[in-house]
T-cell receptor, first 112, second 113 residues
Framework: GNSVTQMEGPVTLSEEAFLTINCTYT??????LFWYVQYPGEGLQLLLK?????DKGSNKGFEATYRKETTSFHLEKGSVQVSDSAVYFC???????????FGQGTELSVKP | GAGVSQSPRYKVAKRGQDVALRCDPI?????LFWYQQALGQGPEFLTY????????KSGLPSDRFFAERPEGSVSTLKIQRTQQEDSAVYLC???????????FGPGTRLTVL
């Protein structure tokens, strides 16, 4: 069945460091891929998405590229801020408007 | 406009009690999803509605879990005879029909003692 695997956390970085959170997936066909973020005490928010191979999603300085050849959708940011501290979830949907399948989440802590 | 709302935000139940969790989706959103998020884990799919029709309930963990959306807007997730393993955050999400992005509510944190 479809699944998502992301790197385990917690990840602790200093402010202005480069961030990579790895995400790989297993799916048949051509899923849509997402990164959701959960800030402390808040609900899940969509961070970015990509709906076809080689698409790059971007938002708030975060980027992820849909790589079908490596079945990956790694999240990157060039310079993290303390306000980026949150839990990040990679997810896929195997068809438009279908249920989401999430990874286990990666907690990011950014220190000043 | 208003986002997805859920109530109550927190619920404490004694083992064996029945609970009902409510979700108000974004107005006009045809699709509605329920997910269960255990502590430290990613959300897991429970069930899906398209308008009032429950099209997928493959994620409901047992027959103690029941969901409905009788008029195609508000949805209720009911858990009968709660058990400790039901303790989790229950998330509701809605989306326009056929669109990939789901919008999540704040969740209901259920604690079963």
């Amino acid at each position: 069945g479809n699944s998502v695997t992301q790197m385990e956390g917690p990840v602790t970085l200093s402010e202005e460091a480069f961030l990579t959170i790895n995400c790989t997936y297993t799916a048949t066909g051509y899923p849509s891929l997402f990164w959701y973020v959960q800030y402390p005490g808040e609900g899940l928010q969509l961070l970015l998405k990509a709906t076809k191979a080689d698409d790059k999603g971007s938002n708030k300085g975060f980027e992820a590229t849909y790589r079908k050849e490596t079945t990956s959708f790694h999240l990157e940011k060039g310079s993290v801020q303390v306000s980026d501290s949150a839990v990040y979830f990679c997810a896929l949907s195997d068809h438009q408007g279908g249920k989401l399948i999430f990874g286990q989440g990666t907690e990011l802590s950014v220190k000043p | 406009g208003a986002g997805v709302s859920q109530s109550p935000r927190y619920k404490v139940a004694k083992r064996g009690q029945d609970v009902a969790l409510r979700c108000d989706p974004i107005s006009g959103h045809v699709s509605l999803f329920w997910y269960q998020q255990a502590l430290g884990q990613g959300p897991e799919f429970l069930t899906y509605f398209q308008n009032e029709a429950q099209l997928d309930k493959s994620g409901l963990p047992s027959d103690r879990f029941f969901a409905e959306r009788p008029e195609g807007s508000v949805s209720t997730l009911k858990i009968q005879r709660t058990q400790q393993e039901d303790s989790a955050v229950y998330l509701c999400a809605s989306s326009p029909l056929g669109r990939p992005t789901q919008y999540f509510g704040p969740g209901t944190r259920l604690t079963v003692l």
